[in-house]
C-alpha cells in the first residue's frame, strides 16, 4: 500500500473546506512560516480511497471477536455517538461564560454522581485524559496526603509483580520508589509478603480487583487493611472494574483513591475510535488535593492543580453517560455477571479443547493460558497461536502477559459477545491446537492471509521508521 506522500502530486487539491464566513484574519508576518509545510496534494477520490484502504486494514470490534485481556474492548453502542453529536454538545466552546453552558455541566455533574456510586467513593474529577494520566494524579494525590501531614518519607509504592506496567511506571513518574509484592501459586497477592513489606516507608499500595489473572483478590479486606496499618493508602487500578461494576464497589472494599477508564468498562471508543478518559474517584479526606473541577475551575488551596485543560474530554463524558443512563441500575450489573460468565464459559471450552489455564477453577471477567507445555512438546508458542488467530478473523488475545505466567495468553470476551461467537471461537482454537500438535511448522509462518505477515519486531523495536523520507531534491 502507497504512503499519502507516495499518492501526492504537486498542484492537485480538492476543496473539502467550506467557504469563510466571517472576516479574514491574516496571521501576523512574524507568526508566518518562512517555507510551506511539505504536505501532500491530493484530490478528492485520492484522498477517500486512501483513508478507504487504511480503514480496510484495521480491526476493531465492529469487525470481529477482540478478545484483547485487560482491555474490555467491548462493543461501543451507537447510542453514545448520537449523544455526543448533539449540537447543544458539539457546538459548545470551553470559553463559554459558565451560565451558557449549564446542560453541559449538568452532564458532568451526573457523571461524577453515578461514577461515585459505582465505586464507593466520595468525589470524583473527570479531568484526567487516559487511564495512565489517571493513574499519575492518584498517586500525586496520595503523596500530597503524606507531605500535607509533614510524612515526608513514605517515599514507596508496592506493586504486585502481577501489575500492568503503567503503574509501576506512573509510581516512578510521580518521584516513588517501586517495590515488586510476589504472586502466590495461585494467582494472588501473597499476604506475608505485603505484610513483610509494609513498613514506615509505605506511601501506598497499587492494585486491580479482579487482579490481572482475572481472580478476585479474597483476601482483599486484610491486604488493605495491613496498609492502612502501616500509615499508606491503597490505590485502585480501575482496569478490571467491568467485572465487578454495579455489583461490588473498590471504596467498600477499603481503597482510597482509584482511576476508571471510560474507554473500557464504560463504552467508549479506544485509541484511534476516540480519545480515552481516566477519571479519578477518592475518599473525602484527599477531596482537597484534587483538581479544580469543571464545576469549580478552581481547586482549594490544597489542590495539586490541573492536570488537563478546560473541562477533559467532554464527549467521551457523554458517550459514558449515555451508557450508564441506558444500562441503569440493574444493567450495569447484569453487564458484569455476563462479562464473568462469558469468561468462563469460553475458558471451559478451551480447557476441554485441550488449552492449560494458568490459574485452574472459576475467573472473574479475563483468565489467562499458558502455552508453555504446548511449545515445550511442539516448537508453537503462544505468539504462533496468536498469529494464527489472525488467519481465522480473531484479533488475538493479550500475548506475553502478566510475566508471571510463562507463553501467556489472556482473553477478555467481555459481556458484548454471544454464545455463537464464543464457540466460533473455541472451535478456531482447537483447530489451531490440532495444527499445532500435526503441522506445527505451518503455525511458524502464521498469518498467512493478511496484507503484513510478521514484521521483525526486533528491528521495528529498535530501529523503527517513523517518518517519511522525502526524495532529495
Do not use: W
Not at 496571521?27 to 483513508?51: F, I, M, N, Q, V
Not at 474490555?72 to 470551553?94: D, I, Q, R, S, V
Not at 482549594?300 to 449515555?322: P, T, W, Y
Not at 505468539?383 to 505466567?405: E, N, Q, R, W
Amino acid at each position: 500500500m502507497k504512503l499519502i506522500f507516495e499518492r501526492s502530486r504537486p498542484g492537485r487539491g480538492n476543496d473539502l473546506l467550506p467557504s469563510l464566513d466571517v472576516p479574514a484574519a491574516p496571521l501576523p508576518e512574524k507568526y508566518r512560516r518562512k517555507t510551506a509545510p511539505r504536505l501532500p496534494d491530493l484530490g478528492e477520490s485520492d484522498l477517500s480511497r486512501h483513508y478507504q484502504a487504511l480503514a480496510r486494514r484495521a480491526f476493531g470490534v465492529c469487525d470481529g471477536f477482540y478478545p484483547l485481556g485487560s482491555c474490555t474492548m467491548k462493543y461501543n453502542p451507537k447510542l453514545g455517538e448520537e449523544a455526543a453529536a448533539l449540537p447543544g454538545f458539539t457546538g459548545l466552546h470551553p470559553l463559554q461564560p459558565a451560565h451558557t453552558v449549564q446542560g453541559a455541566q449538568a452532564v458532568l455533574a451526573r457523571a461524577e454522581h453515578l461514577l461515585c456510586e459505582i465505586t464507593g467513593m466520595d468525589a470524583v474529577t473527570l479531568q484526567p485524559a487516559a487511564g495512565a494520566h489517571g493513574e499519575f494524579l492518584g498517586l500525586l494525590l496520595i503523596k500530597a496526603y503524606h507531605h500535607s501531614r509533614g510524612d515526608t518519607g513514605r517515599t514507596v509504592i508496592l506493586v504486585p509483580d502481577s501489575a500492568h506496567g503503567t503503574n509501576p511506571a506512573s509510581a516512578a513518574m510521580a518521584g516513588f520508589t517501586v517495590k515488586n509484592i510476589p504472586s502466590t501459586p495461585e494467582g494472588l497477592v501473597d499476604l506475608e509478603a505485603l505484610r513483610a513489606a509494609c513498613g514506615p516507608d509505605t506511601a501506598g499500595l497499587m492494585l486491580t480487583n479482579p487482579n490481572t489473572v482475572g481472580l478476585f483478590e479474597k483476601d482483599i479486606l486484610a491486604l488493605t487493611a495491613l496498609v492502612h496499618a502501616a500509615g499508606g493508602l491503597v490505590y485502585y487500578d480501575g482496569a478490571n472494574l467491568n467485572a465487578i461494576m454495579g455489583v461490588a464497589r473498590p471504596g467498600d472494599m477499603g481503597f482510597d483513591v482509584c482511576h476508571l477508564n471510560l474507554h473500557k468498562t464504560f463504552a467508549t471508543p479506544h485509541g484511534g475510535g476516540g480519545p480515552g478518559s481516566g477519571p479519578v474517584g477518592c475518599k473525602a479526606f484527599l477531596a482537597p488535593f484534587l483538581p479544580g473541577s469543571a464545576l469549580c475551575r478552581n481547586g482549594g488551596e490544597h489542590s495539586i492543580g490541573q492536570v488537563r485543560a478546560f473541562h477533559a474530554n467532554f464527549l467521551v463524558v457523554v458517550k459514558a453517560l449515555a451508557y450508564l443512563l441506558r444500562l441503569g441500575n440493574t444493567g450495569v450489573a447484569e453487564a458484569a455477571h455476563t462479562a464473568v460468565l462469558n469468561a468462563n464459559y469460553l475458558k471451559r471450552r478451551l480447557e476441554k479443547a485441550g488449552y492449560t489455564a494458568a490459574f485452574p477453577g472459576l475467573c472473574m471477567h479475563e483468565f489467562v493460558l499458558t502455552l508453555e507445555e504446548l511449545k515445550k512438546e511442539t516448537g508453537v508458542s503462544a505468539l504462533d497461536v496468536a498469529k494464527s488467530m489472525l488467519d481465522a478473523g480473531i484479533h488475538p488475545p493479550t500475548m506475553y502477559f502478566p510475566l508471571i505466567v510463562h507463553e501467556a495468553l489472556m482473553f477478555e470476551p467481555t459481556e458484548t459477545e454471544s454464545p455463537e461467537t464464543l464457540d466460533e471461537a473455541a472451535a478456531v482454537l482447537a483447530e489451531i491446537l490440532r495444527r499445532a500438535k500435526e503441522e506445527p511448522e505451518a503455525l511458524h509462518a502464521a498469518p498467512a492471509s493478511t496484507p503484513v505477515g510478521r514484521p521483525d519486531e526486533t528491528a521495528a523495536a529498535r530501529r523503527p521508521v517513523v517518518r517519511y523520507a522525502f526524495p532529495e531534491g
